[in-house]
């Protein structure tokens, strides 16, 4: 998810296992993908009175729940308002809001682009893992450029 040039990234992670987890528009997080596979690992726990843990989170919830369990990469509320804000970042969000009709802030770009279909495609990366014993694990992040 990308908000005024801001990127907000998405991870999510799974098992053959049963394990599950994902992160969404994750603001001070440099690796979403770390904190999925966290929540993830703790998808099976139980916790007091029969709730489960989230697999799920998103927002400024994600910073702060993979501050308080330990998972490295996580930067504070004022300096994740101004994470990826790049003058590169800033030129790829008025582009592609370009290309959708958007009219933000035309100073920033100049002339809007048309992107080529492989730049439209080049904000995902994802893994799949087979194991020996058909055991499968894998694992997608997204920039949030696109």
Do not use: F
Not at 75 to 102: D, N, P, Q
Not at 111 to 136: F, H, K, M, P, W
């Amino acid at each position: 998810m990308t908000i005024e040039g801001r990127v907000e990234c998405d991870a999510s992670a799974m098992s053959s296992g049963g394990l599950c987890g994902s992160v969404a528009a994750a603001p001070g997080v440099e690796s979403p993908i770390r904190v999925a596979v966290e929540i993830a690992m703790r998808s099976r726990s139980r916790l007091s009175l029969g709730r489960v843990p989230p697999i799920m989170l998103a927002g400024h919830a994600v910073r702060k729940w993979a501050s308080e369990n330990g998972v490295q990469g996580i930067i504070s509320a004022e300096k994740s308002e101004k994470m990826h804000i790049t003058r590169r970042s800033k030129v790829k969000y008025c582009k592609y809001m370009g290309m959708l009709g958007c009219n933000v802030n035309p100073h920033a770009t100049g002339q809007t682009e048309t992107a080529s279909q492989g730049e439209r495609l080049s904000d995902t990366v994802g893994c799949i893992i087979v194991t020996e014993n058909g055991e499968t694990a894998s694992g997608v992040s997204s920039g949030g450029i696109a």
